[in-house]
């Protein structure tokens, strides 16, 4: 097997985190986890560290104070990087992604992919908890990225992931700035402008029962900002300058 790391950012899921930790140990122990806590609170970053004294294989990165989900992943990126880890897995600690998923992803890589999503908008995929309009409307943003940066993709937005390390080496992260939904976007976009293979697996994304979303209407305007951009730039800019991202 190659060698795994799951990279979880948490803010105040000291309800979840570690359920979501004993979950994961269960369904790939021979992966290991970082988790990236921005000074939470509620204690979430001990509570992880207890979880890690006992089961071992579980890694607690302290930040100084709430900086966003992109930062966090980035700063679990370099981390993981650094360390020579294979695999590097992405996925959120308050449990809406299934760690049962974990291998499927993880096989993904290792057959080839750089870039394996786990995806609602696929055969298989579902998010049975969302209300018509809401599952509709992130369909539709998802459709729209997929078109304005001409990504062969379903589900962009979607945070349960695993990446290639040497893909993801190649990428500039001083570079990537977005956050939340805009991040997911750009990573995908960042391995698609590299030739990176990617694929989805499908998933069911679980609506969080525990604990408050930390997703605003700030982050899906910055996304939609963001995705215009890099397909008007895309289509009548620099394409030299473009490809760059």
């Given at each position: 097997?190659?060698?795994?790391?799951?990279?979880?950012?948490?803010?105040?899921?000291?309800?979840?985190?570690?359920?979501?930790?004993?979950?994961?140990?269960?369904?790939?122990?021979?992966?290991?986890?970082?988790v990236v806590d921005d000074a939470s609170p509620d204690g979430t970053a001990a509570m992880a560290e207890a979880v890690a004294a006992e089961s071992g294989h579980i890694e607690v990165l302290r930040r100084p104070g709430k900086a966003g989900l992109g930062s966090a992943y980035r700063d679990g990126f370099r981390w993981?990087?650094?360390?020579?880890?294979?695999?590097?897995?992405?996925?959120?600690?308050?449990?809406?992604?299934?760690?049962?998923?974990?291998?499927?992803?993880?096989?993904?890589?290792?057959?080839?992919?750089?870039?394996?999503?786990?995806?609602?908008?696929?055969?298989?995929?579902?998010?049975?908890?969302?209300?018509?309009?809401?599952?509709?409307?992130?369909?539709?943003?998802?459709?729209?990225?997929?078109?304005?940066?001409?990504?062969?993709?379903?589900?962009?937005?979607?945070?349960?992931?695993?990446?290639?390390?040497?893909?993801?080496?190649?990428?500039?992260?001083?570079?990537?700035?977005?956050?939340?939904?805009?991040?997911?976007?750009?990573?995908?976009?960042?391995?698609?402008?590299?030739?990176?293979?990617?694929?989805?697996?499908?998933?069911?994304?679980?609506?969080?029962?525990?604990?408050?979303?930390?997703?605003?209407?700030?982050?899906?305007?910055?996304?939609?900002?963001?995705?215009?951009?890099?397909?008007?730039?895309?289509?009548?800019?620099?394409?030299?300058?473009?490809?760059?991202?």
């Amino acid at each position: 097997m190659l060698r795994c790391l799951i990279v979880l950012p948490t803010y105040d899921e000291a309800a979840n985190v570690a359920a979501v930790l004993q979950r994961i140990r269960a369904a790939a122990p021979a992966a290991e986890v970082l988790v990236v806590d921005d000074a939470s609170p509620d204690g979430t970053a001990a509570m992880a560290e207890a979880v890690a004294a006992e089961s071992g294989h579980i890694e607690v990165l302290r930040r100084p104070g709430k900086a966003g989900l992109g930062s966090a992943y980035r700063d679990g990126f370099r981390w993981a990087l650094d360390r020579g880890y294979e695999v590097i897995i992405e996925m959120d600690a308050d449990m809406s992604h299934d760690p049962s998923d974990l291998p499927r992803l993880i096989a993904s890589v290792e057959d080839g992919a750089d870039l394996a999503i786990g995806a609602r908008y696929v055969p298989g995929g579902s998010i049975p908890e969302w209300s018509w309009h809401r599952r509709l409307l992130s369909r539709q943003g998802n459709r729209y990225a997929a078109w304005a940066l001409r990504l062969p993709i379903s589900d962009a937005t979607s945070g349960f992931r695993a990446y290639r390390a040497s893909t993801l080496d190649k990428i500039d992260l001083t570079t990537v700035r977005a956050d939340g939904y805009g991040f997911q976007v750009e990573m995908a976009y960042q391995v698609a402008g590299q030739g990176g293979v990617i694929v989805e697996v499908p998933i069911r994304f679980s609506e969080r029962t525990r604990g408050r979303s930390k997703m605003s209407s700030r982050i899906v305007i910055e996304a939609l900002v963001l995705v215009t951009w890099w397909g008007v730039r895309d289509r009548f800019g620099d394409r030299g300058q473009a490809d760059q991202r």
